[in-house]
């Protein structure tokens, strides 16, 4: 079954850094998307890319796609302390299944 | 900005009793979603509702769960008979479109069976 998985798990770095995250998936998507989730929350959609996409920009995110190495990145640029939170890449099944399936997610701490 | 509302945040129970999670989900979404997240773990499938029905279940949906959607507002969880390893927190979550699903899900209910 296709399955998310981010890598690394987690991951500190200094406000003010870059923050790389990266997922790789096993099936044929129609689109993978990033979320967030703060510390015993729910989580927050951030960005969608669509399987014919290659990279794509939203404010201070950019994620790219690489379908035949069935990969994903996320960067965060500039990091704020705000951003500290775990974060899950998800994908949905090729032929029209409506669920997500995430991975395990990459907790990410912003040190000040 | 619209959002999923879920009720109770936390709920203990005993191994056993029947749990019911309530969800708002957005009012216009068509499909609705329930999640759930073991402490530290993935976040995992567990059902999908489209038009009064079940669209689609993982295998830990099994016939101790059941979902309803009795008012076309309110969108719940039945657990009939918890056990120690259904504690979790359990997300809603909807969405309006087909192809590009993205989900606004629910702030969770956390459920600690004893």
């Not at chain 1, 990969?71 to 951003?83: C, K, V």
């Not at chain 2, 029947?18 to 995992?44: A, D, M, T």
């Not at chain 2, 699903?101 to 702030?107: E, M, P, Q, R, S």
Request: glycine share 6%.
């Amino acid at each position: 079954s296709q399955q998310g998985e981010e890598d690394p798990q987690a991951l500190s770095i200094q406000e003010g850094e870059n923050a790389t995250m990266n997922c790789s998936y096993k099936t044929s998507i129609n689109n993978l998307q990033w979320y967030r989730q703060n510390s015993g929350r729910g989580l927050v959609h951030l960005i969608l890319i669509r399987s014919n996409e290659r990279e794509k920009h939203s404010g201070r995110l950019r994620v790219t796609l690489d379908t035949s190495k069935k990969s994903s990145s996320l960067l965060i640029t500039a990091s704020r302390a705000a951003d500290t939170a775990s974060y899950f890449c998800a994908t949905d099944a090729k032929q029209g299944a409506q669920k997500l399936v995430f991975g395990q997610g990459t907790r990410l701490t912003i040190n000040p | 900005e619209p959002e999923v509302t879920q009720t109770p945040s936390h709920q203990v129970t005993q191994m056993g009793q029947e749990v019911i999670l309530r969800c708002v989900p957005i009012s216009n979404h068509l499909y609705f979603y329930w999640y759930r997240q073991i402490l530290g773990q993935k976040v995992e499938f567990l059902v999908s509702f489209y038009n009064n029905e079940i669209s689609e279940k993982s295998e830990i949906f099994d016939d101790q769960f059941s979902v309803e959607r009795p008012d076309g507002s309110n969108f719940t969880l039945k657990i009939r008979s918890t056990k120690l390893e259904d504690s979790a927190m359990y997300f809603c979550a909807s969405s309006g479109e087909r192809g590009a699903n993205v989900l606004t899900f629910g702030a969770g209910s956390r459920l600690t069976v004893l």
